[in-house]
């Protein structure tokens, strides 16, 4: 049986020369929409001066540093580190997914390996990180998103404009085409299966990425789409959400003429 996504046992691992301790307070709040976080650790060489402001942060949210001297200039033994204690966290088998914080390549087959075993990757990232190691991930969010100080408000993800959205022939794509593959036999498509198979074509989707808190959003807002709230049978209070590509109603009416 599979456990609650709220219910998760979660190991965090961060590579602190990849991650910034400014985003740590919306990181630990995006964690937690996923599950509990039993093992919290992060790893770099404490000794350097880069790493300073780690130390506040640390202790408020109970991460333990990890210490890894760089043994030899170039290499980073820190990620090294981060996968050996991976790896003997997951043989343990208490924990239902990992959480991975770097926009590091090197942690790509760490993720795969991790999800061959069953368990469920959440990658977060700066949206320079490479695609192999957030499609490796069952969901990858942007670090750039996770704002926590007033001065960085100007610097969202501003909301797209209809046109801009339309305008993004990747995000176009990827709308239709799960839609697409969720559709019954009059062309709707349940919203919730239809942000099931994004979240499976691309990992990397937010509706925040593009200024909106949710995918409903993001549908009103591109218009290409025909919505329709309906009344759940087993709870009249509760609203399900459809919605059909606009070129299928066109299409019928082409054909009934």
Request: one cysteine or more; charged letters at 30%.
């Amino acid at each position: 049986m599979d456990t609650p996504l709220n219910q998760q046992k979660l190991v965090v691992l961060i590579d602190a020369d990849n991650a910034s301790p400014n985003i740590i307070y919306e990181l630990m709040n995006e964690i937690a929409k996923y599950g509990t976080a039993i093992v919290k650790r992060i790893y770099g060489d404490w000794t350097s001066p880069n790493l300073k402001g780690w130390k506040e942060v640390l202790l408020e949210h109970a991460i333990q540093p990890i210490q890894q001297f760089g043994y030899t200039v170039g290499k980073n033994s820190t990620d090294s580190a981060m996968i050996i204690d991976a790896m003997d966290l997951l043989y343990t088998g208490k924990f239902d997914g990992f959480c991975i914080v770097s926009s590091d390549s090197d942690f790509t087959r760490l993720a795969s390996r991790i999800r061959e075993a069953g368990h469920t990757v959440y990658g977060f990232g700066e949206k320079k990180t490479p695609k192999p190691f957030i499609s490796a991930c069952d969901k990858f969010i942007y670090t750039e998103i996770l704002k926590v100080k007033e001065e960085e408000v100007e610097a969202a993800p501003k909301k797209y404009t209809t046109k801009e959205l339309k305008g993004n022939t990747s995000l176009v794509n990827l709308l239709r085409s799960a839609v697409s593959a969720s559709t019954d036999e009059n062309g709707w498509s349940f919203l919730g299966t239809v942000g099931q198979h994004i979240n499976n074509q691309a990992p990397e989707f937010d509706p925040r990425n593009y200024g909106f808190t949710k995918l409903k959003e993001v549908i009103k807002a591109i218009q290409l789409f025909d919505m329709d709230e309906r009344k759940d049978e087993r709870a009249p209070n509760i609203k399900q959400i459809y919605i059909r590509d606009k070129r299928r109603k066109k299409t019928e009416q082409e054909e009934s003429q």
